[in-house]
């Protein structure tokens, strides 16, 4: 071999080399992780987190989730925890080396401009904020841009994680209202203005006050809603703090047996109804909880039938 080859052979290994240090020789180390900064776009969360906030435009305008107590919370509200478990399990490892744009004038076009991205900040038990641009969803190859702060190079982030830190914040809260095992239910209440009705379970079946054979399929149509029933959306705030749950336009009780009770009874779940009349649906707070939620009218019709739909008297009305 003569001195010419080995000069190019010792240039391409000291090319390999250089290569291989310069991801690790250029990584800003934190308390709360890594942020790559070499080849690639590298988002390492080792920690446990604990807060995401999404700043789409001013600080103001973020959506957060924080892990609290009783479990993690979107802007103050229950967060589904399943949909909070998707993320986590993703958001603390993104990769990716697909480079799509090294010049900062494509950045507004993509979504990761300054003023248009959406700035993830995830914090963790030992500080934080770590911090990456995300940008729009790259409609010919699927997939999100995303950049670092302050970096010019844009990737394109496979996988659903762009998509989840797109949600609304509605996409984020948890639309369960009340779960109830049916089996154990042995009363159940629904109070109006005009008047209330009973619905008892008894050796025979359900009964209406104690004695009147109900109509059978009301009754089911009632007691499907009950397991699992869920919220078609949500009012703003301002909506549900300006809504009268003191005098509402219905009440629904249900009850259980219990013999450390005087009454022999212990209430399971208790609901209460307004109509939003500009709407069309209806307004829904737990006695027990501050949380305010929308039911679209072909639930609350079902889960609050007149006296004459439970008698068989004339089909499910209008107004629930």
């Not at 009705?197 to 009950?226: F, H, K, M, N, Y």
């Not at 699992?228 to 509402?248: K, Q």
Request: charged letters at 25%; proline letters at 7%; zero cysteines.
């Amino acid at each position: 071999m003569n001195p010419r080859q080995l000069k190019w052979i010792a240039i391409l290994l000291g090319a390999a080399v250089a290569l291989w240090l310069l991801p690790r020789l250029f990584r800003d180390d934190r308390r709360a992780g890594t942020v790559s900064a070499g080849a690639g776009f590298t988002f390492e969360v080792p920690d446990s987190v604990t807060r995401i906030d999404v700043i789409q435009g001013e600080p103001g305008d973020t959506i957060r989730l924080a892990r609290g107590r009783s479990g993690w919370t979107v802007d103050g509200h229950p967060a589904d925890s399943g949909k909070v478990s998707d993320l986590l399990g993703l958001i603390g490892d993104l990769r990716s080396d697909i480079l799509v744009a090294r010049n900062p004038a494509n950045h507004p076009s993509m979504g990761v401009s300054t003023d248009s991205a959406r700035s993830i900040e995830v914090y963790t038990a030992s500080g934080g904020p770590m911090t990456f641009l995300l940008g729009h969803r790259d409609l010919h190859a699927g997939g999100y841009f995303v950049r670092r702060p302050g970096a010019d190079p844009v990737y394109r982030l496979e996988g659903p994680a762009g998509g989840y830190l797109g949600r609304a914040v509605e996409g984020w809260r948890d639309r369960t209202i009340a779960s109830v095992d049916t089996a154990m239910a042995r009363e159940i209440l629904i109070r109006r203005p005009s008047g209330e009705v009973v619905l008892r379970r008894t050796e025979a079946g359900w009964r209406v006050g104690g004695e009147i054979v109900p109509d059978t399929s009301a009754v089911e149509d009632l007691l499907r809603q009950l397991p699992h029933l869920t919220a078609s959306g949500f009012p703003t705030d301002e909506e549900a703090a300006a809504t009268d749950f003191e005098t509402p336009d219905a009440e629904l009780d249900v009850f259980v047996e219990s013999e450390g009770d005087v009454t022999g009874r212990q209430l399971m779940i208790a609901l209460h109804f307004v109509q939003d009349e500009e709407q069309g649906d209806w307004l829904v707070r737990p006695a027990d909880s501050p949380e305010v939620y929308r039911l679209a009218p072909y639930t609350a019709r079902r889960l609050l039938p007149q006296r004459s739909t439970l008698l068989g008297e004339d089909g499910p009305s209008d107004d629930g």
